[in-house]
């Protein structure tokens, strides 16, 4: 995971596309440069399909927001292999896709120390079992009709595996437009934007 690098000059150039997982051998010198290359892997598929290009770059961009450049992410190098590899597979259905990534995105940001408490409401402590999430407070219960609130009780079985690490549990197809908006909407709120591959990966569907 890179957060940004320059345009190499060299013949090598070619070996190092997206989604490649490579060994480098740095030639120093005034200016270094890329001496060699070792692909350790290739998510290739990734080339043809862009429902998957646009996936599998909204958890690499996921990654570098939430992470200052610097910062050890083993685990979440290791979550974005796995994500990437289940991305790569043809015979993966594009609803599956999404809740892969979706899932690999709320698991990001609980690693990355957003965690939420699904037993009491966040604005007044009452014990809940129908959630809204209010944009700029978090997870709340039924008590506070507030306009713009998203229904995320058929979600919250999802988030708490996410937070947890546990494995993942389908989406119902009805609330998987709920999990989009508020996935959006939480990062626009921690980071300052939205995830603009998710913006393409929709954009996209919106005009086929």
Same mark, same amino acid.
């Given at each position: 995971?890179? &957060?940004?690098?320059? *345009?190499s000059s060299s013949k090598l150039?070619?070996?190092?596309?997206?989604f490649q997982?490579? &060994?480098?051998?740095?030639? &120093?010198?005034?200016?270094?440069?890329?001496?060699?290359?070792?692909? %350790?892997?290739?998510?290739?598929?990734? &080339?043809?399909?862009?429902?998957?290009?646009? %996936?599998?770059? @909204?958890?690499a961009e996921a990654i570098l927001l939430l992470n200052p450049p610097g910062t050890k992410i083993t685990i979440e190098y290791k979550?974005?292999?796995?994500?990437?590899?289940?991305?790569n597979r043809v015979e993966l259905s594009t609803? *599956?896709?999404e809740q892969t990534v979706y899932y690999a995105l709320w698991r990001l940001l609980s690693l990355a120390g957003w965690k939420f408490d699904f037993s009491h409401? $966040?604005?007044?402590?009452?014990?809940?079992?129908d959630w809204w999430y209010l944009?700029?407070?978090g997870f709340v219960c039924n008590k506070h009709p507030e306009p713009n609130l998203l229904d995320c009780t058929a979600l919250v079985e999802f988030f708490r595996q996410?937070?947890?690490? $546990?494995?993942?549990?389908?989406? @119902?197809?009805q609330s998987a437009d709920t999990l989009r908006q508020v996935t959006q909407v939480f990062f626009q709120e921690i980071t300052g934007r939205q995830l603009r591959s998710l913006e393409g990966y929709y954009q996209l569907h919106n005009h086929v």
């Open positions: 995971m890179v &957060r940004s690098a320059a *345009k150039a070619g070996h190092m596309e997206p997982r490579v &060994r480098l051998m740095i030639g &120093r010198g005034n200016f270094d440069h890329v001496a060699g290359v070792d692909i %350790l892997q290739s998510w290739s598929y990734f &080339r043809y399909d862009l429902d998957s290009f646009f %996936l599998a770059s @909204a958890v979550l974005a292999c796995e994500v990437l590899d289940q991305l609803p *599956k896709k409401c $966040q604005l007044c402590g009452t014990v809940s079992t944009s700029g407070k996410a937070q947890s690490g $546990q494995p993942q549990l389908a989406v @119902a197809d």
